[in-house]
C-alpha cells in the first residue's frame, strides 16, 4: 500500500472518504433518479434493512408489509426479521401475493386486488423490479400509482431492483416509488463484492 490512512483523504483524483460520490450521476440515470435520491454504499441487504427501519411506520390499525410469494429469500427474511423487531407476527402481518394456480408469474390486478383488500392496513409494499425466479418485469410505475389511489397514499412502495438495475428501463422520480434498493454484480458488472445502492426522495 502505497496511501494507507491517507488514502482516506487524499488530494488524488479519488479519496477513499467520498469514493460514494464517484458515478453517481450516472447511476442517478440508470435509475431514473435525480442524483440527491441515490447513494453508493453497503449491500443490497443491509440497505434493505436500513430503509425498512425508516420507512415501516407501523400504527396500530395499518401494520401489514405485502411481498410476492417465492421473493428472493434475503428479502423475505428482511421483512420478516423487520416485523419481528417491532413486536407484530408475520405470520399475521407479513401478505404474500401468488400466481393463479397453473400460473408461474403474478398479474398485476391481482396484486391490486390484494392491495385494496386491505388497504386500510396495508403499512408497505415491498416488490420486485424483475422476479428472480420467473424474470417477471412488474409494471412499476403503474403498481405505485395504483397502490397510492388504493390506499389514499398511506402506504409506502418500495422494489428490490436487484435483477431490474442495469437490465430495464427505471424511472423511480417520475414513477415516485418511495424507496429502491439495488446491487451491483449483476447487469452493472461490477463483480463479487461489488458495492450497493439505493435510493429515495430527497428531502
Known sequence: ATQGVEGHFSDGPRPWVTINEVGLSELAEIVGANEDEVVSMSSLTVNLSSLLVSFFQPQADRN???????????????????????????????????????????????????????ADDLALVMLP?????????????????????????????????????????????????DFAVWCSYKYLNSGPGGIGGGGGPAG
Not at 407479513?94 to 398485476?108: F, W, Y
Not at 428472480?132 to 409506502?156: H, P, S
Request: overall charge negative; charged content about 25%; aromatic content about 6%.
Open 64 to 118: 401489514k408489509i405485502l411481498i410476492e410469494s417465492k421473493s428472493f429469500p434475503s428479502d423475505y427474511i428482511a421483512v420478516r426479521t423487520q416485523l419481528q423487531s417491532r413486536g407484530l407476527d408475520p405470520e399475521l402481518c407479513m401478505l404474500q401475493a401468488s400466481p393463479r394456480e397453473g400460473e408461474e408469474t403474478l398479474r398485476t390486478e391481482d396484486i391490486l386486488a390484494l392491495v385494496e383488500q386491505h
Open 129 to 177: 423490479g424483475i422476479q428472480y425466479y420467473t424474470g417477471q418485469l412488474f409494471q412499476m410505475g403503474k403498481l405505485t400509482a395504483e397502490i397510492k389511489r388504493l390506499t389514499d397514499g398511506k402506504c409506502v412502495v418500495g422494489f428490490d431492483l436487484a435483477h431490474a438495475v442495469g437490465n430495464a428501463e427505471l424511472k423511480l422520480h417520475d414513477w415516485g416509488v
